[in-house]
T-cell receptor, first 113, second 111 residues
Framework: DADVTQTPRNRITKTGKRIMLECSQT?????MYWYRQDPGLGLRLIYY???????NKGEISDGYSVSRQAQAKFSLSLESAIPNQTALYFC????????????FGPGTRLTVT | GQQLNQSPQSMFIQEGEDVSMNCTSSSIFNTWLWYKQDPGEGPVLLIALYKAGELTSNGRLTAQFGITRKDSFLNISASIPSDVGIYFCAGPGDSNYQLIWGAGTKLIIKP
């Protein structure tokens, strides 16, 4: 079984709709991250969490919110989706002792029409 | 802010050829990481480097942490079809154990 799972894998939604992307991990890591990937731009950090009570904004947090429901679960919400949020979204985890060695889920392809 | 410049953007190679790519930073790093992303998948960690001058191998892949601490290199020897994908370099951001990423090198094997 995959260590980091994301649901859904694909989603098409309309402008203005609220949408939630979910991430679960079985690696036992304390740190979790949400990234966005656009073609030719690499990965950009949206939010990250060091534990359930510690959530931080990343480079591009505007228009997004997150919830860390448990150590193993970290969800990303788009309160009112807009077309330029069409992208690939990845969840990642890392351990306290090796924070830069991040392990990624398979991604969610989101299309906002 | 910090920037990573990765080159080349893409490479067309023949199966069996050796591959070299590099990444440069606008500031000094104490860690360099290399990831590979297959189509439709998330990035997978290949090699992590923690010391200037360090040379680390993972099978046919070898990565080096540049002496200046502003660059890193990844070499792939005797490429095979499953090597196709996008290779990313990454390093520490300005604060709080964030990573910043290069734009990637896309490896394509000519038929």
């Amino acid at each position: 079984d995959a260590d980091v799972t994301q649901t859904p894998r694909n989603r098409i939604t309309k402008t203005g709709k609220r949408i939630m992307l979910e991430c679960s991990q079985t690696k036992g890591h304390d740190r979790m991250y949400w990234y966005r990937q656009d073609p030719g731009l690499g990965l950009r950090l949206i939010y990250y969490s060091f534990d359930v009570k510690d959530i931080n904004k990343g480079e591009i947090s505007d228009g997004y919110s997150v919830s860390r429901q448990a150590q193993a679960k970290f969800s990303l919400s788009l309160e009112s989706a807009i077309p330029n949020q069409t992208a690939l979204y990845f969840c990642a985890t890392s351990d306290f002792n090796r924070p830069y060695e991040q392990y990624f889920g398979p991604g969610t392809r989101l299309t906002v029409t | 802010g910090q920037q990573l410049n990765q080159s080349p953007q893409s490479m067309f190679i023949q199966e069996g050829e050796d591959v070299s790519m590099n990444c440069t930073s606008s500031s000094i790093f104490n860690t360099w990481l290399w990831y590979k992303q297959d189509p439709g998948e998330g990035p997978v960690l290949l090699i992590a480097l923690y010391k200037a001058g360090e040379l680390t191998s993972n099978g046919r892949l070898t990565a080096q942490f540049g002496i200046t601490r502003k660059d890193s290199f990844l070499n792939i020897s005797a490429s095979i079809p499953s090597d196709v994908g996008i290779y990313f370099c990454a390093g520490p951001g300005d604060s709080n154990y964030q990573l910043i990423w290069g734009a990637g090198t896309k490896l394509i094997i000519k038929p």
